[in-house]
């Protein structure tokens, strides 16, 4: 419990406040933006899915990367992803092509000599002044920074590829999503892990995999067995606890705007609760062979204490996520309590 009270102090003191500074910054490019409607959707996301960077930037505590490094990029990657999905989720184009041009950036994004595109050639509003372009290339310096991504860049890239797949396919023509979601995870080797497809894809949309990677792009020469192990426990196991446990909180919300939810594809809210406490004991069990384990578990019981301390859960879902919590333990428990005080108003 030492290391999680020091982690999470580290968070409140400097995380938080480097983010809301940065996304100040941000916030000021996308008032920019001479498209009215691109202009909207930047700044909607920027100010509704702020806590994705808040969350994510946890991997730059200082006790972990004292210069500030790893934080130079998840902002603007966490931002770029966040714009991304808010153009595609309420923009006014399904069209595949389309959503796997603009995402491309995404991958540009994680390849710092990649020179940039026109992410918008076929999407029906044009001109962001810049703004895709502009957080790419601070993804780009950032990385360029880290004396190993070099050596990672193989490892990270296919985090990249997953989340694409899963943006396309779930934001293209609502009668193509879910046989195509389901041959992605059959693909994938759904099966063989004990999941079910929308568990799978649940666990392409976690950005936490490439942030855990880059920790070990601070050494010149990355342990890659190490990049191994972490890529084993990220993918599925803790990427798909950490969607899920998004979509969890944002069950009505989605079924509101007819929006795909990997949650809503269960039985019922009781095979719900009794599937996310499975994934948090499978990540348990396999952060105990990470050299730096106790630090993954701490993230992954901050996600648990984070997204069910969300007042949208207050709804019909409360009574499940106090049991998903109660199966998790007193450090997920915690965790949610500092979350409850801590979250914005």
């Not at 210069?67 to 991304?84: A, K, V, W």
Request: proline share 7%.
């Amino acid at each position: 419990m030492g290391h999680a009270l020091g982690w999470s102090q580290e968070y409140f003191r400097y995380v938080r406040p480097t983010v809301a500074e940065a996304l100040t910054f941000w916030r000021a490019v996308a008032r920019h933006i001479p498209h009215p409607e691109l202009r909207a959707q930047a700044l909607s996301s920027l100010a509704t899915k702020h806590f994705h960077c808040e969350g994510g930037a946890i991997y730059g505590i200082p006790s972990r990367d004292p210069d500030g490094r790893l934080i130079r990029f998840i902002i603007p990657y966490q931002t770029l992803c966040d714009y991304l999905d808010t153009v595609t989720d309420r923009g006014p184009s399904r069209d595949p092509a389309n959503l796997r041009l603009l995402h491309q950036s995404l991958l540009a994004a994680v390849r710092p000599d990649e020179p940039l595109r026109d992410y918008y050639a076929l999407h029906p509003f044009q001109d962001d002044g810049g703004y895709i372009a502009e957080l790419v290339r601070a993804c780009q310096t950032a990385l360029g920074s880290l004396p190993g991504f070099s050596a990672l860049q193989p490892w990270v890239e296919p985090f990249a590829r997953r989340y694409i797949d899963l943006q396309v396919f779930k934001h293209g023509p609502p009668d193509t999503r879910v046989p195509l979601l389901t041959d992605w995870a059959a693909r994938h080797g759904a099966r063989q892990y004990g999941l079910s497809w929308g568990e799978m894809a649940a666990a392409a949309g976690s950005t936490l995999g490439i942030f855990a990677l880059l920790h070990h792009a601070l050494e010149s020469s990355p342990d890659l067995s190490q990049a191994n192990a972490l890529v084993s426990l990220y993918f599925p196991w803790l990427a798909a606890l950490h969607i899920l446990l998004d979509y969890f909180v944002d069950q009505e919300e989605d079924r509101e705007a007819g929006d795909l939810n990997f949650v809503s594809d269960y039985r019922s809210l009781d095979e719900a609760a009794a599937r996310l406490s499975w994934l948090s004991r499978q990540v348990q069990i396999r952060t105990k062979a990470l050299p730096d384990g106790t630090f993954h578990a701490f993230i992954a019981q901050g996600l648990l204490g984070f997204y069910l301390a969300d007042p949208k859960v207050g709804r019909p879902p409360g009574a499940h996520a106090r049991r998903i919590l109660a199966h998790a333990g007193p450090l997920a428990i915690g965790l949610y309590l500092a979350a409850l005080v801590g979250r914005h108003p």
